[in-house]
């Protein structure tokens, strides 16, 4: 924009010396400051523009090397952004409204305009200029933003045809310019069923001016070519509000369809391998709550029910769809009874297989089952030979006692287990299991392992309580953990509660210390329980 007070930069284009001497006479009787720069010829004319400087030009038409809309024309190309004024001495409005058209700011007729108007004009000249070239700027600023929107972005008229597009829409189209695109319609690009249906989008939206937004449909170009898009079609008013268009915006969703077709696939797979995974799982419960004792032996053998000098009682709460720990009860004779728990590190379906292995050992070396460190023994070998063929290590803590009831003794064994709880029900008291010799280690590790051998009495209505570490290793919100030492002081005031109610109410005090109603690990209790001894 020019500065206020700043004289006026004219380029004076005029082969008659008195016409110029008169025009400059003209101006210097106005109250603006002008600074004149006068030629003869065009060629000279073009040097001054090149050279830049001038705000405004004055030209006649006919000089001595260019006549006519020629010399306009050669000026508008020169400096586009100068505003021309053509000084004629011919009346002709033809001409006058060509060279308009062309681009120059006004026509005036030589002798037919004092100072107040050529002033006026050029002044007008030079504020149109410079509003032309703001609106020049902020078109090319308009380009340059649609250019580069990934989406395709049109404009249509009325009847449909394209006057503006940017060059998304250009290589959705698949030309290489504009002018292959502006004043044809949806018919020249798609196929007729496509086109018919962007028309009656069109009219629709012409129609009753509500707008469509982020719609998908499918496109189908004369190439054959399938794409999917996403389009917005508004309408687009005139100052008045009135309906002169539609403006659209078309997104390539194809890419994005087909990922969503293909994860779509995917997830439809995934969830049949879920399910097979889940009937895979669901058999797996099945076959370990089978092989979880869920009767027990009477002692001796031929005990009617409710007689047998042993009373067993179990809880088992896996926290995943199969567990790691497992336990058995042997019957090795009349009199001697074996029971065994385990705890496979971990828990889910590795654990569990584990557990399977464990299920079978126990079963395969019944004819060692009356020497508790042998058993172990025995156990931890095979079950090595059996581990050492996986990838993964897994080992297994174990506890597995002997209950004779001719001598009211208890033999027992460790892998690396919690002591099972002592109840002495007639004296209210209750111990852990074990003096302070050192357990073997868990089972699965070392080959050599040795596994010590302790004993304890037994006397009538004596409860041994065995369990796995899922019981006491829960931790509360606040970080506190539920230690031993608790659980024995629970037991303790139940002593003299049946197991089941026993097992039940431990169960619930852990659950609402830790403020949960499941267990982080696997949790299995077991107990024996003497109603008397003897044969």
């Known amino acids: 924009m020019m500065p206020k007070n700043q004289p006026i930069r004219v380029l004076l284009i005029e082969d008659n010396p008195g016409d110029a001497r008169l025009l400059q006479e003209l ?186 937004i982020n719609r998908e449909e499918i496109a189908n170009t004369h190439n054959g070519t399938n794409r999917w898009l996403s389009t917005t079609k508004v309408p687009l008013r005139n100052r008045e509000g009135k309906i002169v268009g539609l403006v659209g915006i078309g997104r390539d969703i194809t890419e994005r369809k087909h990922a969503q077709e293909l994860l779509a696939q995917t997830n439809q797979e995934l969830r049949a391998k879920n399910q097979e995974m889940q009937d895979d799982l669901s058999m797996a419960r099945e076959i370990q709550e089978a092989i979880i004792p869920q009767q027990f032996p009477a002692f001796p053998r031929h005990a009617a029910p409710g007689e047998s000098a042993l009373c067993f009682d179990s809880r088992y709460l896996p926290t995943a769809a199969v567990g790691g720990d497992f336990f058995h009860v042997l019957s090795i004779s009349d009199t001697k009874a074996g029971v065994f728990i385990c705890d496979v590190m971990g828990h889910g379906v590795r654990a569990a297989l584990v557990t399977a292995i464990q299920r079978a050992l126990v079963e395969e070396l019944i004819v060692v089952a009356a020497d508790p460190s042998e058993f172990l023994t025995q156990i931890n070998r095979a079950l090595l030979a059996i581990l050492r063929r996986t990838q993964t290590p897994m080992f297994a803590s174990a506890f597995y006692l002997v209950a004779d009831l001719e001598t009211g003794e208890m033999r027992f064994s460790s892998a690396g287990h919690p002591k099972p709880l002592h109840l002495h029900r007639d004296t209210g008291e209750v111990q852990f299991l074990g003096g302070e010799q050192r357990p073997g280690p868990a089972l699965g590790v070392f080959e050599d392992s040795v596994f010590p051998e302790e004993t304890a009495q037994l006397r009538t209505k004596d409860l041994v309580m065995l369990f796995t570490d899922g019981l006491f290793e829960v931790e509360r919100p606040d970080g506190k953990l539920y230690e031993q030492s608790q659980l024995l002081d629970a037991v303790r005031q139940r002593v003299h509660l049946p197991a089941p109610q026993l097992f039940d109410e431990l169960l619930k005090e852990i659950q609402e210390f830790s403020e949960s109603t499941s267990f982080i690990d696997d949790v299995c209790l077991v107990s024996m329980e003497v109603e008397r001894l003897g044969r």
């Open 27 to 212: 101006l210097t009787e106005s109250q603006t400051s002008f600074v004149f720069v006068c030629v003869e010829r065009m060629a000279m004319a073009l040097e001054k523009l090149e050279a830049g400087g001038i705000d405004v030009v004055l030209s006649d038409l006919s000089l001595p090397d260019s006549r006519g809309v020629e010399t306009f024309e050669k000026l508008h190309t020169r400096a586009p952004d100068v505003p021309i004024i053509v000084l004629s001495g011919l009346a002709d409005e033809a001409l006058a409204v060509e060279i308009v058209e062309k681009g120059a700011q006004d026509y005036l007729v030589k002798g037919t305009f004092d100072t107040d108007l050529l002033v006026r004009a050029m002044r007008y000249a030079i504020k149109r200029a410079e509003s032309d070239r703001a609106l020049g700027e902020e078109r090319n600023l308009l380009r340059n933003v649609i250019d580069n929107q990934p989406d395709a972005i049109y404009v249509k008229d009325l009847a449909g045809r394209y006057l503006l597009d940017n060059a998304a829409h250009m290589r959705g189209l698949e030309v290489n310019s504009m002018e292959e695109i502006i004043g044809k319609t949806a018919f020249d690009f798609f196929a007729k069923t496509v086109a018919l249906e962007f028309q009656a989008d069109d009219e629709l939206v012409l129609r009753t001016g509500a707008a469509i």
